[in-house]
């Protein structure tokens, strides 16, 4: 797709999101929550609910209570998880719009309960159980305090989770195992209590695609629908497709001579006579200034020379190209690629941190 109205944009293919959340619906055969925390991890969290949705995904997940509330506003009346805890200004809305809160300790317990109470509302909660993470909620030894805490304040304790540290990059790391084991003793012990909630919950993508011993009624999975690759240690699953594209244009192109310096700094000289061409992307659009940058230009890689700019840098080009001419930083041209992970390697960063560190000035186009 040539989008005509831009220099600087990502394609999101919809499509291709609806497809991998029936995959990870057909490679797990349980309850999908798909995760749209940071705005889609920076792909538009609307159509991509809207699209996982659509890909028979139950509910969803953000980490923000804002993020859920921009949901409710836009019209998503499926349940909504709030993974961390709300800022106080915010929970009135939250309750009253239904959406679903973590419940991560005993003081969180009595604040949900107090303004469920002043609104007349019972605040549905997912108790999270911290079995090494070392990040939100109670040890398990905890979890039925808590649990028998919420229950008496008059919250409707609908599900319990928690989340792995480890099975992404390392699926032999005894911290998985050890995880696991402490979540289902956290579940043994509400289960000899009787208490059951709905919904339990501890895999990731990674652990939904890798991990079938994690499954429990629900898998809680984000990136593998967005064409992230799962797993750290593992290719591409071959049943996913690719979701984003990041491209630019081509907005100079001169023939420098031999010896001219490129960019601040002047880390790069002209060996010879060269064409230097300039696209309108730089880190101040989330395309880094680490590692050693390459782009696609006419299905060839391009080096990019010189320190990256604030909007533009510096290629390299193999001779004169016209002004306009589409460049692809992510994504696929002619037989060449560069993916997330490529990116990411390079960056030294998350796959996830490389698409929501896209800045928000770079276009969302959704071809149909």
Not at 314 to 335: D, N, T
Request: hydrophobic residues 45%; contains cysteine.
């Amino acid at each position: 797709m040539s989008n005509e109205h831009t220099s600087n944009w990502l394609e999101i293919d919809l499509s291709a999101v609806r497809h991998n959340t029936r995959e990870v619906l057909r490679q797990t055969g349980v309850a999908l929550m798909a995760v749209v925390k940071a705005n889609a991890y920076g792909l538009g969290a609307l159509p991509v609910s809207r699209a996982m949705l659509a890909g028979g995904a139950t509910c969803l997940a953000v980490a923000r209570g804002c993020e859920a509330l921009e949901l409710r506003r836009a019209g998503i009346q499926v349940p909504i998880l709030v993974f961390g805890l709300p800022a106080e200004a915010e929970l009135d809305a939250l309750i009253a719009a239904d959406v679903t809160l973590t419940l991560t300790g005993f003081e969180a317990a009595e604040m949900y309960a107090a303004r469920g109470a002043v609104l007349g509302r019972q605040p549905r909660v997912h108790l999270k159980v911290d079995t090494g993470m070392g990040r939100f909620g109670v040890l398990a030894d905890e979890a039925l305090p808590l649990a028998r805490c919420a229950l008496e304040a008059g919250l409707d304790l609908e599900g319990i989770y928690t989340h792995f540290a480890m099975i992404d990059s390392d699926p032999r790391d005894p911290l998985n195992a050890l995880q696991l084991e402490r979540f289902r003793q956290a579940l043994a012990a509400l289960e000899a209590a009787a208490i059951r909630p709905l919904w339990v919950h501890t895999a990731n993508s990674a652990a939904a695609l890798g991990h079938p011993e994690t499954h429990f009624n629900m898998v809680r999975a984000g990136s593998a629908m967005l064409g992230i690759r799962p797993f750290y240690y593992a290719p591409f699953p071959s049943y996913l497709k690719r979701v984003v594209a990041w491209k630019t244009r081509l907005v100079s192109c001169r023939e420098l001579p031999a010896g001219w310096g490129v960019s601040y700094g002047q880390t790069y000289h002209t060996r010879a006579d060269e064409t230097i061409g300039v696209i309108a992307a730089g880190y101040a659009d989330g395309f880094r200034r680490a590692g050693r940058n390459e782009v696609l230009v006419n299905g060839q890689r391009v080096q990019v020379v010189g320190r990256v700019c604030a909007d533009n840098c510096m290629l390299r080009l193999p001779g004169p190209l016209p002004l306009g001419s589409e460049v692809v930083l992510l994504g696929q041209q002619g037989g060449q690629s560069i993916q997330i992970e490529d990116l990411a390697g390079r960056w030294n960063t998350a796959q996830s941190d490389v698409i929501s560190a896209i800045a928000p000035r770079v276009e969302r186009v959704y071809p149909t």
